[in-house]
């Protein structure tokens, strides 16, 4: 039994909304989430008789939309500190990010572009494998 397309997306925001929180604003846990979630949204396309072509073109357009609640919840939570950037009394070295580029304003980009923009991205790939294993699968066990 499958949820509704609809219920499946609230259920799988509520979740990702955990995981943020799980991880702190660290979307480590919302990234592993996009494998079982690649897995389920190709069950989901998979149950009416449609072409491959539509299968992928669905996959892929559910996991953009999961991808889009990650891209906004942590937009959320990171985009407050961007003003930070502009202040010159901020002080980035003590903010408790890790200094991986050795300079606080250059790492502080870098933590902001990472978790902002890179991390969706991520969780958007990790969605896309799930659904190709899932596909793969589901081929060999239909062959």
Do not use: H
């Not at 494998?35 to 149950?47: K, N």
């Not at 572009?113 to 699968?137: C, E, K, N, R, W």
């Amino acid at each position: 039994m499958a949820l509704k397309p609809i219920w499946a997306f609230v259920v799988y925001a509520i979740l990702d909304t955990g995981c943020a929180g799980a991880g702190m604003g660290v979307p480590f846990f919302c990234i592993l989430l996009g494998f079982p979630a690649g897995w389920y949204i190709t069950r989901l396309v998979t149950q009416e008789n449609a072409g491959l072509r539509l299968i992928l073109r669905r996959s892929l357009r559910y996991a953009a939309l999961c991808s889009l609640i990650t891209l906004v919840l942590m937009a959320a939570i990171w985009g407050m500190t961007v003003p930070m950037l502009f202040d010159p009394n901020a002080d980035l070295a003590n903010f408790g990010i890790p200094m991986i580029l050795y300079e606080p304003r250059a790492s502080f980009i870098g933590w902001l572009v990472l978790m902002i923009v890179v991390s969706p991205l991520l969780q958007l790939l990790a969605m896309v494998f799930g659904s190709y294993v899932t596909l793969a699968v589901r081929a060999k066990e239909t062959a």
